[in-house]
């Protein structure tokens, strides 16, 4: 079945520093969505791409969905705590419209 | 702003109870969301209704059910609990505009252990 893949697993990086997860789907996408979930917390909205080769800038948040409309990316420039949470990416699925969720990126960010 | 509430943030059963979990949204959504989180699995969609009375099986509808009699309501029970229905449940809503693409709005989740 469609399948949306998230890389890596797990990240931990230096107060700072640079971090990107990135999105991968089975199957073209009509739109993709980003979620942030803070430990403890529920997933939150952040972003929706539409467009092909779209590109999206939040502060130091930068999303990209790719040109084939098959996979995403998200960047965070300089991290900082307030960043540390899990980051879901999610599409609707071709034939019924359900979103469906990658596993998700926890960020770890260490001051 | 949209509000999801669900009606218990941690709930503990015990195996073989029928056990109900509430979600109310006030922001008269017409989409409404079941789903299950648990450690490196991501979100699994358990139910989605898209109108009063509707239901739709998501991709692990096995051992619950879901009742929608007002359009502000969703609620799904578990007809027979087992351990295995120990996870973070979350609810969330959607507007409709021709589709179920839109943002989904997240209640802040209910916490179940089955014993």
């Known amino acids: 079945g469609q399948q949306v893949m998230q890389i890596p697993q797990y990240q931990h990086v230096q107060e700072g520093e640079d971090f990107t997860t990135y999105c991968n789907s089975s199957?073209?996408?009509?739109?993709i969505q980003w979620y942030k979930q803070r430990p403890g917390g529920h997933p939150v909205f952040l972003i929706q791409?539409?467009?092909?080769?779209e590109v999206k800038k939040q502060k130091r948040l930068t999303f990209q969905f790719g040109e084939a409309k098959k996979n995403s990316s998200l960047h965070i420039t300089a991290t900082q705590t307030t960043d540390v949470g899990t980051y879901f990416c999610a599409g609707p699925h071709s034939n019924t419209g359900k979103l469906i969720f990658g596993q998700g990126t926890t960020l770890q960010v260490k001051p | 702003d949209v509000k999801v509430t669900q009606s218990s943030r941690y709930l503990v059963k015990r195996t073989g109870e029928k056990v109900f979990l509430e979600c109310v949204q006030d922001m008269d959504h017409e989409n409404m969301f079941w789903y299950r989180q648990d450690p490196g699995l991501g979100l699994r969609l358990i139910y989605f209704?898209?109108?009063?009375?509707?239901?739709e099986k998501g991709d692990i509808p096995e051992g619950y059910s879901v009742s929608r009699e007002k359009k502000e309501r969703f609620s799904l029970i578990l007809e027979s609990a087992s351990t295995n229905q120990t996870s973070m449940y979350l609810c969330?809503?959607?507007?409709?505009?021709?589709?179920?693409?839109?943002?989904?709005?997240f209640g802040p989740g209910t916490r179940l252990t089955v014993l």
């Open positions: 969330a809503s959607s507007p409709n505009s021709g589709g179920y693409y839109n943002e989904q709005f």
């Open positions: 209704s898209y109108d009063v009375k509707m239901k």
């Open positions: 199957t073209t996408l009509s739109n």
């Open positions: 791409l539409v467009k092909s080769g």
